[in-house]
Structure formats: structure tokens, C-alpha cells
């Protein structure tokens, strides 16, 4: 796909990054333009490619709302409190109001690729434009599958929903009031994704299009997608599509290194992109086109000028915390240490943490680097599954042989049957968190832990115990002008961010609630 990177520029520039105040009250004309454009294959194809660019718009800045919010990451420097700093830490904290620009931002974002996959949809419905079957559901699976996974998060970071799976103009847009989340999920994204993993194939022939969308990544994300909702029901049908997964042929577990840091490292290896443990990343070009990804010029310590960049200013914004490291590192066999954080010596009594994981030596401009973001990967879908069987009475005790299959490429001793399902569920969390550490997952874990734990309290205590106990004294409290976590925050209401101020007041002719306590 990244041969066609031109064609992304194109309809992005067209339809990506339009205005964010225009993206669910289109004026009628420009509405009727937009959708009259997909009349052939090729724009129809110029409009996919365009949704996918819209993707790479929205996890971009993704890493803000669920990393950044979980006990993984952080501010780690502890210089002056910038504007941006600021508004990371009150995200960090609890306390977002609902005119917290990067929330707006990144609701508008959202949206804005949602009415561009709506747009391009009615176009694929049927063979009126292309005209060879497997293309045309090719193609409407690719556009099911982004809409599914934009209100799946859209649904767990903000709860209750707007419902819009066509083009709309202003004045019914006007008329929308939030949906709830079980009508999101069983109306928008659980058939979304059933109907993509019937329509997408399962790869592509084509090497320039490696990284679209296939059935696997469609079955995969519903499987998670069951997870997330949770209860036996869904945990059963969830079941099947993790294990058709796992026996794909196309993917498994990358460790064509052996069994070495560079097992692990090689992962993300700009060098190895697209490798068989990937079963669906957000895919960015490096350069001077305007579509590299912004990692990791953000991920970089602040401070440590070309150190680590070739060019830019390195962020500094979205450092592992204590708490994440010492546990990363309590096993000196485990090389996935040493490939996902190091630590920067900023003076000589200062070490600046960071994440390793989206290195770009090459880049060679600011915030255009070469690497993807893995949404997906074959080490999830194998942890999952043992999530599954932990949850599980007369299953749990064999849990711990998915989890071994990946402890054993990061080389760490293999764990005995668990004893208890509680015992299970310990070690599958604590696993996922070091595998997929800054991959935006724990976030989603916390939320069900609450479900698989019977505890709806779960997720928010290890929250307060991370902001009040692990790291505030030893990170936050140096910052300046930030202050300190309030506990009066720190409740279940607030797992949810508050919908963006300006669609409430947009949407004038109805009310329009926010999540409670905002």
C-alpha cells in the first residue's frame, strides 16, 4: 500500500482534513458533491484509501486517551509545565473539562473519517459501480471494518454515542441524540464487523496493497470486540473466532531472530514492517509527504535535542511510568525490556525514561517518521484467548499455555497450571501489560478487568493507587505549575471523557447530556 501514497495525499487533502467544525453539518451541496463523487472503481478506491489516511489522522494522537490515561505512561520530565503538558496531566488526572482542546480535536477527528467512510459507502452497496463482485465486497468490508473500529473506541473512551451511518446535513444532524452503548455495539459495530469478515479477503495478491484490511482482521476485532462487551454469551462467541485466528497460516508469533531481544524488537523494526505477527496496523510513510507518524518525535525525551532525532524537537510526551518499568524489568531474562523502554541520562542525576519501541534513525523530517501503529497484532489475539479461558471454571487451569507460547519468545521461564481463575486472570493481565506495553491496550484491559473480575471498582483502584502511591511523589509532584491528583476525581463516572462542549452546543434543537459529572 505504501506505493500508493500519492492517492492518500490526494483524498486526504480532499476529504480527510476538512474543516473540524464541518464534520456532521456538511452544507447540502457539499454533502451531495461528496457522495456523487464514488461513481467509478477508481474513485471509489480514491475514497477507501482516503478513510484509511483518515485513520492515520485519528491514532495520530490516540495514545492521549488510552495509554496516557492508564498506569503505563506519563510525563516523565520535570521541567516547567508547558500548555500541552498540562492538558496531558488533567487527562491523566480526571479532571478534563469538556473544552479540553485535544478532547474536541480528537472527536472531530473521529467523526470526520466516519462521514468520509459514510460518503464512500452507498457507493459499494450493490454491483451499480463495480461490477466484480469480490472487489465490490473488498471493498465495502475495508469501509465496515474503519466505521466499527471508530465507534468501538468512540463508544469505550465517551460512552453513549451519536448514531450516523449516512451523510447528513445540518439540520438533522441538529435532531441526533446520543444512542446507548449496547445500540451502538448490536446496531453499528458488532454487524459492521460480522459483514467485513465475510467480505474482505483473506489476503492480497497484490504486494502494493499488503496492509488493507482482510477477513482475519475483521474476525480478529470482533473477537475483541466480544471481549470488551463481556459476559459468558459474548465470551462464547468470541471463542471460535480467536481460534480461527490463531490457526491462520498467514500469522504467528515473529521469531525469526530466535530467542533474543531482537525477536521482539524486530516487531517494530521499521525494516520489518507488515511481518506475519501483524495482523492490522495504521500504516504511515516517512518523508516529506506529510503522512509519516508523529511517534516518535513525541515519544522521544524532551531535552535531548539530536540525540535521538535526526531532525525536530524531540516531546518528551508519554514516558512508562515507575511502576510499569520496575516490572518490566523484574525479570532480567525477559527481552522485551530492553526493546520497549530505555532511559536517557539528561544529567548526570538525571535519567529521562522513554519508550523505545517506534525508533526512526532515518527520518528526515519533524514528525514524518516511517513508523506504524500496530492495532492488531497476533500476540494479542494468542492473550486474549487465555484471558478467555481464565474467565472460565473448568478452563483456567490450561490458560497458562497460550500465555507461555509468548513468554517463551521473550524468553522468560514458563509459568505452571494456574490454581484459581483469579490466579489465571493475575497472570494474563500482568502479561498482556508487559507484551503490549504503548500499544494503546491497557486502557481497554482495566475496563474489563471490571467484568472479568466482578469488581467495578477494579480498574479505578489501580488507578488511585498509581496516581496517589506509585507515581506522583517520584514524577508529578516535580512538575510545575501541575497540581497534585484530587480524589474526589478519581470515580467510575470518569473512566468516560466528556463529550466535546461544541457538539453539545451545536446540536441546539434538542438536549443534549453530558456523562455525568462533567
Not at 273 to 300: C, D, H, Q
Not at 332 to 348: C, E, I, L
Not at 371 to 385: F, T
Request: charged residues 20%.
Amino acid at each position: 500500500m505504501k506505493n500508493k501514497i500519492g492517492i492518500i495525499l490526494f483524498i486526504s487533502a480532499l476529504f480527510t482534513l476538512s474543516s473540524c467544525e464541518d464534520i456532521l453539518t456538511d452544507n447540502p451541496e457539499s454533502v451531495l458533491s461528496q457522495v456523487d463523487f464514488y461513481t467509478n472503481p477508481t474513485r471509489i478506491n480514491l475514497g477507501i484509501m482516503g478513510c484509511y489516511a483518515g485513520m492515520c489522522n485519528v491514532t495520530a494522537v490516540e495514545w492521549r486517551f488510552t495509554e496516557f490515561r492508564s498506569d503505563n505512561t506519563c510525563n516523565a520530565n520535570t521541567g516547567t509545565g508547558s500548555g500541552e503538558r498540562v492538558d496531558l496531566c488533567d487527562l491523566a488526572f480526571f479532571r478534563p473539562s469538556s473544552s479540553l482542546p485535544m478532547i474536541k480535536d480528537y472527536w472531530y477527528r473521529l467523526f470526520q473519517n466516519i462521514s468520509n467512510i459514510n460518503a464512500v459507502l452507498p457507493s459499494v452497496a450493490d454491483n451499480k459501480y463495480v461490477t466484480i463482485e469480490a472487489t465490490r465486497a473488498q471493498y465495502e468490508g475495508e469501509l465496515l471494518f474503519m466505521r466499527a473500529y471508530h465507534y468501538f473506541t468512540l463508544v469505550n473512551l465517551f460512552g453513549d454515542m451519536f448514531k450516523v451511518t449516512t451523510v447528513i446535513g445540518p439540520n438533522e444532524a441538529k435532531k441526533i441524540n446520543r444512542s446507548p452503548v449496547s445500540e451502538i455495539y448490536n446496531e453499528i459495530i458488532i454487524p459492521d464487523l460480522i459483514k467485513a469478515a465475510g467480505e474482505a479477503p483473506d489476503a492480497y495478491a497484490i504486494a502494493s496493497d499488503k496492509g488493507r484490511i482482510t477477513k482475519w482482521a475483521a474476525k480478529a476485532m470482533l473477537a475483541k470486540v466480544y471481549m470488551q462487551i463481556g459476559g459468558a454469551e459474548n465470551l462464547a462467541l468470541a471463542k471460535p473466532l480467536l481460534q480461527e485466528v490463531m490457526a491462520a497460516p498467514a500469522y504467528g508469533l515473529l521469531t525469526d531472530k530466535g530467542i533474543s531481544a531482537s525477536a521482539y524488537a524486530n516487531i517494530f523494526n521499521i525494516s520489518n514492517e507488515m511481518n506475519k505477527e501483524i495482523i492490522f496496523a495504521v500504516r504511515y510513510l516517512g518523508g516529506t509527504s506529510g503522512i509519516g507518524s508523529p511517534f516518535w518525535t513525541n515519544f522521544a525525551p524532551d531535552g535531548s535535542a539530536n540525540i535521538f532525532l535526526k531532525i525536530g524537537t524531540p516531546e518528551g510526551n508519554n514516558n512508562p511510568t515507575l511502576e510499569l518499568m520496575s516490572l518490566m524489568a523484574s525479570d532480567v531474562k525477559d527481552t522485551r525490556t530492553a526493546a520497549s523502554f530505555g532511559n536517557w541520562q539528561k544529567t548526570p542525576t538525571t535519567l529521562i525514561p522513554y519508550i523505545s519501541k517506534y525508533q526512526d534513525a532515518t527520518m528526515t523530517q519533524s514528525k514524518q517518521s516511517e513508523n506504524d501503529w500496530p492495532v492488531i497484532r497476533y500476540a494479542d489475539i494468542v492473550l486474549l484467548y487465555a484471558e478467555l479461558l481464565a474467565q472460565d471454571p473448568t478452563e483456567y487451569v490450561n490458560a497458562h499455555i497460550e500465555v507461555n507460547k509468548v513468554r517463551a519468545r521473550a524468553g522468560v521461564d514458563p509459568l505452571p497450571a494456574f490454581t484459581s481463575t483469579t490466579a489465571a486472570l493475575d497472570a494474563v493481565y500482568k502479561e498482556r501489560r508487559i507484551e503490549l506495553a504503548f500499544e494503546n491496550q491497557r486502557w481497554y484491559d482495566l475496563l474489563r478487568m471490571n467484568k472479568s473480575y466482578g469488581d467495578p471498582d477494579m480498574a479505578m483502584n489501580i488507578l488511585k493507587t498509581h496516581h496517589f502511591v506509585t507515581d506522583w511523589a517520584a514524577l508529578y509532584s516535580k512538575y510545575s505549575p501541575i497540581l497534585p491528583p484530587i480524589e474526589s476525581f478519581f470515580i467510575n463516572d470518569r473512566l468516560l471523557l466528556p463529550i466535546p462542549q461544541t457538539e453539545i452546543d451545536t446540536n441546539n434543537e434538542i438536549i443534549i447530556l453530558n456523562n455525568p459529572s462533567y
